[in-house]
C-alpha cells in the first residue's frame, strides 16, 4: 500500500486527475523508452500474474528481470477493459520506482483499488483486456503550438489545481488541440479557458502504448 503515499493518478474513462501530489516537475526533453516486443510481453505477462495472484489469494509473483530497461524508472499507466468499457486505471506520473515494479503494482491497483469500480472478478479476469502505457518525463513547454494532439498527453498545474490526460484521450474522442487544452483544465477541476492564464503551467510527454 505504501505505493499511494506516492503520486497516484486514477483515470476516468481515459482522463486522469492527479491526487496527492508534491514532487517538483523540472522541464526536460522527451525521452521514449526503446521497449522490444518482448519486453512489451514480458510487462503484461507481469501486469497479469499479477492480478491472477490476488484472485487467488497469492503474493505477487517474485520480479525476475533480465532486461535492463525493465528496472530503469518510469511513470506508467495500466488501464483495464471490459468488453471495450473501462474498468479500471491507475498510474504514476513520475518515475519514482523500476518500470517492471510500477507495472506489477498499477495493475493489481487498476483491478481492486480503482474506488469507481468493484473488484475485478475471476470471472472478468478471463476477458478483461489489459493496456500498458509507459510515459516519457514530463516537458515544461513554452507554447501551446509545441502540442501534437494524437502523440502528446498534457499535464496542467495551477495553484493547488492538476490534471492529466493520456496522448490516447484525444485521438479516441476526435478533439482538437484547444478542446484537449479544455479538457485538461476541466479535469483539474479549472475553466475550460483556464490555460490560456499565465500562471497556468503545461507540460507535454508522450506515450509508448501496448
Known amino acids: 500500500m505504501s505505493v499511494f503515499r506516492w503520486i497516484l493518478v486514477l483515470a476516468l474513462v481515459g482522463i486522469v486527475g492527479i491526487l496527492g501530489w508534491s ?44 532486461s535492463p530497461i525493465l528496472k530503469e524508472r518510469r511513470g506508467a499507466f495500466v ?13 504514476l506520473i513520475q518515475a519514482v520506482k523500476p518500470l517492471a515494479q510500477a507495472i506489477q503494482e498499477m495493475a493489481r491497483a487498476a483491478a481492486f483499488q480503482d474506488p469507481r469500480f468493484p473488484p475485478l472478478t475471476p470471472r472478468e479476469f478471463k476477458d478483461v483486456d489489459i493496456e500498458i502505457s509507459v510515459l516519457t518525463p514530463l516537458r515544461l513547454i513554452g507554447s501551446v503550438d509545441e502540442i501534437q494532439v494524437g502523440v502528446h498527453g498534457l499535464y496542467i498545474e495551477k495553484g493547488f489545481h492538476r490534471g492529466l490526460l493520456l496522448p490516447q484521450v484525444a485521438t479516441e474522442h476526435h478533439w482538437d488541440r484547444d478542446t484537449f487544452l479544455q479538457h485538461t483544465c476541466l479535469k483539474a477541476g479549472l475553466s475550460p479557458e483556464a490555460w490560456r492564464d499565465p500562471e497556468a503551467k503545461i507540460y507535454a510527454f508522450s506515450a509508448d502504448i501496448f
Do not use: F, W, Y
Open 23 to 66: 514532487t517538483s516537475l523540472h522541464a526536460g526533453k522527451e525521452q521514449q523508452m526503446q521497449l522490444s516486443e518482448q519486453d512489451k510481453k514480458t510487462l503484461h505477462e507481469i501486469a497479469r500474474q499479477s492480478i491472477g495472484a490476488v484472485l487467488q489469494n497469492q503474493s505477487p509473483p517474485a520480479l525476475t528481470i533480465r
Open 79 to 91: 488501464t483495464l477493459h471490459l468488453q471495450g468499457q473501462l474498468r479500471g486505471c491507475i498510474g
